[in-house]
């Protein structure tokens, strides 16, 4: 899907931007294949369980933390129990270069410390959610790898409208902070078969990087 202009930078509401095609084909490809490796056990991709009793649709794993409803811990601890793979450098600069190219070089030594990685299926959903299990507010960073999708992003009070809706594609970035680091946001919509030919995924993979603010 080639504009013939290309595709800008968009602010979507103050402290969060979308930043299209962040990462080129070859660095798509490359976090793929580290990213396929990260989910092999122990402590790797698995499905998730909320407290009651309900399956999420997307699989996940985490690097630095281990996310669980709704808490973090340094084990697998609805998983296999195996502590959890550190946080990578490379996802560290990641994390502070896309932080900084949206937001400012605030964030270039930013101690982003945690990895949730997501694999969506054509079936997959993400309801509407605050990432607030964190003791920091530094923002939010979201890389696509994949298929697109439509990713919706709310206010801070409710998880109703006002909402936008924005489409994510393979190598896109969308960081959130400061007055919106705290706003509603799910994942309505996978569009199948729209990734990248040359990257040999099917399905949506998507790596978000936080600070913890915990010891």
């Known amino acids: 899907m080639d504009e013939l202009f290309g595709r800008e930078r968009r602010t979507i509401a103050p402290g969060a931007v979308l930043v299209p095609d962040w990462l080129d084909l070859s660095a798509q490809q490359a976090l793929l294949a580290e990213c396929r490796e990260w989910a092999r056990p122990p402590a790797g991709l698995r499905e998730v369980t909320t407290p009651g009793g309900g399956?999420?649709?997307?699989?996940?794993?985490?690097?630095?933390?281990?996310?669980?409803?709704?808490?973090?811990?340094?084990?697998?601890?609805?998983?296999d129990g195996s502590p959890v793979k550190p946080m990578p450098p490379s996802l560290v600069s990641l994390a502070r270069r896309t932080a900084s190219a949206a937001l400012g070089g605030e964030y270039a030594d930013a101690p982003y410390d945690i990895a949730l990685i997501n694999f969506y299926d054509a079936d997959a959903r993400m309801g509407m959610h605050r990432d607030q299990d964190e003791k920091s507010l530094d923002p939010v960073v979201s890389v696509s790898l994949g298929d697109t999708c439509v990713f919706r992003f709310g206010n801070g009070q409710t998880r109703a409208k006002p909402y936008t809706d924005v489409e994510l594609r393979s190598g896109d970035a969308f960081v959130f902070g400061g007055e919106s680091r705290l706003n509603y946001h799910g994942l309505p919509r996978v569009y199948p078969g729209t990734a990248p030919a040359g990257l040999g995924l099917a399905?949506?993979?998507?790596?978000?990087?936080r600070v913890s603010g915990m010891a």
């Not at 649709?57 to 998983?79: C, E, I, K, N």
């Not at 399905?203 to 990087?209: E, F, S």
């Open 203 to 209: 399905g949506r993979v998507n790596v978000t990087l």
């Open 55 to 79: 399956r999420m649709s997307v699989r996940q794993f985490g690097l630095g933390w281990h996310w669980f409803p709704y808490g973090y811990a340094r084990t697998a601890v609805d998983g």
